[in-house]
């Protein structure tokens, strides 16, 4: 937050090129962020990146000042990398076939049922604590355990933080590709078949890919099944978040909007929903003076966003594939 304001302070310097002032948020959000440069070529390069990024979130905080949008940007620890590295790099969702999935779809009669205006299942106890992916494409790993570790605390009464790594090195016969990108369906599929997942303190999160060590003595979940939501239903998929609890999704967060996001109802025009590359986790959903937004938890740490969160404006036409492909697991 220290950061930022002192950004939007130096706005007006910015305007003028003043390079002392520059060089000061520079090394201010640098040694912030812990970045530390292979050489003085690329130190240079992320400098310039940065720098481009900064330009982005002042113009961008300016116009939403102006009334112009309903979301703010912010220098955070991905804003020394270009789009096209950030979804290179952190974005490993693999598309599913659709056609693996024709007999696997579960649609419930919806007629009749009443909805709360909003849900939370932060609140309930469903949500783990935000953690960050690092720059390894596991956001499916993420995503996928995260439903499922809602589901094993109302069947248990305990919430227990489930191993993404141990769905990056285990799950590759399954057609996962741990640090290169994976499925949600898949990292269902190798639970299934492995008979559980290790929990987090036992088998912890390395941030890249390794030989897998799952043991019997750290499980801390199961499932017995998956099931795929109807594809771009917002109504379906508001149903299920109501009544299920947290659901993994696919989203589109190709943009430079959703990577440096700070906070706000994250309303992108340009936010394709037929681009889908990235797994978060839906955990709610509601309303902010008259705009309906889902409260989707993402996995790149508590600095990006609204402490990890993000709102996505609801019933905008499925704004960036939100609901595309939505799935929970079944104990």
């Known amino acids: 937050m220290?950061?930022?304001?002192?950004?939007?302070?130096?706005?007006s310097l910015v305007c003028i090129h003043s390079s002392s002032a520059l060089n000061k948020v520079w090394e201010e959000w640098r040694i912030n962020h812990q970045k530390v440069y292979a050489n003085q070529t690329e130190h240079v390069f992320r400098r310039a990146v940065w720098e481009k990024n900064m330009k982005l979130v002042l113009r961008h905080n300016q116009e939403a000042s102006a009334g112009n949008h309903s979301f703010t940007l912010g220098l955070n620890h991905l804003a020394d990398m270009t789009a096209e590295e950030v979804s290179e790099k952190l974005n490993g969702l693999k598309l599913e076939d659709p056609v693996e999935f024709r007999n696997n779809t579960f649609i419930k009669d919806l007629s009749g049922l009443t909805l709360p205006q909003s849900v939370d299942w932060r609140k309930e106890g469903l949500v783990s604590p935000v953690r960050n992916q690092g720059l390894c494409g596991s956001c499916w790993a993420f995503s996928s355990l995260g439903a499922l570790e809602g589901q094993m605390k109302k069947q248990t009464g305990v919430l227990v933080p489930l191993s993404p790594q141990n769905l990056v090195d285990c799950s590759?016969?399954?057609?996962?590709?741990?640090?290169?990108?994976?499925y949600i369906s898949k990292a269902y599929t190798y639970i299934i078949r492995n008979g559980g997942v290790d929990s987090e303190s036992f088998y912890p999160y390395e941030h890249q890919n390794g030989k897998c060590r799952y043991s019997v003595k750290g499980k801390a979940a199961y499932c017995s099944n998956f099931h795929i939501l109807p594809r771009g239903d917002e109504n379906t998929l508001q149903a299920w978040v109501a009544t299920v609890g947290p659901v993994a999704v696919a989203v589109n967060a190709m943009l430079q909007s959703f990577h440096l996001y700070k906070g706000g109802l994250y309303n992108a025009p340009d936010c394709n929903p037929k681009f889908i590359n990235h797994a978060?986790?839906?955990v709610g959903y509601g309303s902010d003076r008259g705009q309906d937004f889902w409260l989707v938890k993402n996995s790149w740490g508590t600095a990006w966003g609204e402490k990890g969160f993000i709102r996505i404006a609801r019933n905008?036409?499925?704004?960036c594939g939100i609901a595309s492909f939505a799935v929970y697991p079944t104990l």
């Open 316 to 319: 905008k036409n499925n704004l």
């Open 2 to 11: 220290h950061i930022l304001c002192s950004v939007l302070l130096l706005a």
């Open 172 to 182: 590759t016969y399954d057609g996962n590709h741990g640090c290169n990108g994976g």
């Open 280 to 282: 978060v986790l839906v």
